[in-house]
């Protein structure tokens, strides 16, 4: 079965320099949820996408701003990017309209800021 | 505000055997879904086992079953049969379906070890 894909799989990048991370849902999939999982910690819910519109936000920066397109894939644009923001940045894919609820995660993007 | 407690940063289990992983949580709302990720070395985040607050019945999901007390707000997960491919961190998570917010809330997490 189609799951969700991310990349760049890993991304090295220079403080103050910007990133882009891209998602790509299971087909079908409506909804995208950003998470971001430092080192040792648990993720950590970033922002939300339900067709095409922000459905919610949780504790991102205002340096990251992210969209959804109209084929579902979503881009969360990291700028100013600082030594912290180094972590595994996943996407999940969920369908609404199902009974299931569940959200089903990418590989996730490790992005390594030096 | 929506909480997930999990009490227990490490654990180990020989191979075969059954271990429990402990996993408390707290909400407001009336609808929500429980959940059990496994994250092995790889960090690859994998659902185990989903269980519906509305269902009285413990989701079964082959050797991965849950004790569900709702009036404890308690969500156990038992693995049985334990295997080597078993070891991972275990992350308990919390989804409020009542409104439009559908976030997960993780707890700490729980790292297992299955040793041979």
């Known amino acids: 079965a189609a799951g969700v894909i991310q990349s760049p799989r890993h991304l090295i990048k220079e403080k103050r320099e910007t990133a882009t991370l891209k998602c790509y849902p299971i087909?079908?999939?409506?909804?995208v949820y950003w998470y971001q999982q430092g080192p040792g910690q648990d993720p950590q819910f970033l922002i939300s996408?339900?067709?095409?519109?922000?459905?919610d936000k949780g504790s991102i920066p205002d340096r990251f701003s992210a969209q959804q397109f109209s084929d579902y894939h979503s881009e969360l644009n990291m700028s100013s990017l600082e030594l912290g923001d180094s972590a595994l940045y996943f996407c999940?894919?969920?369908?609404?309209?199902?009974?299931?609820?569940?959200?089903?995660f990418g590989p996730g993007t490790r992005l390594l800021v030096l | 505000a929506q909480t997930v407690t999990q009490s227990q940063p490490e654990m180990s289990v020989q191979e075969a055997e059954t271990v429990t992983l402990s996993c408390t949580y707290d909400?407001?709302?009336?609808?929500?879904?429980l959940f059990w990720y496994k994250q092995p070395p790889s960090r690859q985040m994998i659902l185990v086992i989903r269980?519906?607050?509305?269902?009285?019945q413990n989701a079964t999901e082959n050797r991965f079953s849950v004790n569900f007390q709702k009036a404890a707000k308690s969500f156990s997960l038992k693995i049985s049969d334990s295997q080597l491919g078993d070891t991972a961190m275990y992350f308990c998570?919390?989804?409020?379906?009542?409104?439009?917010?559908?976030?997960?809330?993780f707890g700490k997490g729980t790292l297992l070890t299955v040793n041979p």
């Open positions: 999940a894919s969920r369908a609404t309209g199902t009974s299931e609820e569940t959200q089903y």
């Open positions: 087909p079908r999939h409506d909804t």
């Open positions: 996408f339900y067709e095409k519109m922000q459905s």
């Open positions: 909400t407001s709302e009336s609808n929500y879904y």
């Open positions: 269980q519906e607050a509305y269902k009285q």
């Open positions: 998570a919390l989804l409020n379906s009542g409104g439009s917010n559908y976030k997960l809330t």
